[in-house]
């Protein structure tokens, strides 16, 4: 079983940007299809942007395509979303999720797809 650790979260004015991190502890994420949901108050939890394992695929909401961007550094052994031009709509609890792969190619939207969670990190966006 992977753990994952979130952070990076924080408030930010609308218009600004942060960077979630994510890491395994205990073990390498390297077979893993990793992926970044997030969840606002009364609201069902989203996915925001996914990965393959080999990163050659990615997918993103609507609602932030354009703005934000993730990546996973396999040196590092870490997940990142990169989040720019942050609105107030983007206010949410943001969760690192992993989900062993088949394929090197595969991506997963949906939250029943994934194994692993993180605890969440807290992002809040001011108007």
């Known amino acids: 079983q992977v753990q994952l650790v979130e952070s990076g979260g924080g408030l930010v004015q609308a218009g600004g940007s942060l960077r979630l991190s994510c890491a395994p502890s205990?073990?390498?994420?390297?077979?893993?299809?990793m992926g970044w949901f997030r969840q606002a108050p009364g609201k069902e939890r989203e996915s925001v942007a996914v990965?393959?394992?080999?990163?050659?695929?990615?997918y993103y909401a609507d609602s932030v395509k354009g703005r934000c961007t993730i990546s996973r550094d396999s040196a590092k052994n870490t997940l990142y979303l990169q989040m720019n031009s942050l609105k107030p709509e983007d206010t949410a609890i943001y969760y690192c999720?992993?989900?062993?792969?088949?394929?090197?190619?595969?991506?997963?939207?949906?939250?029943?797809?994934?194994?692993?969670w993180g605890q969440g990190t807290q992002v809040t966006v001011s108007s």
């Open positions: 205990g073990r390498t994420f390297s077979s893993y299809a």
């Open positions: 990965v393959s394992l080999n990163s050659g695929r990615t």
């Open positions: 999720a992993g989900k062993r792969s088949p394929g090197i190619w595969n991506t997963y939207t949906g939250v029943r797809d994934y194994e692993e």
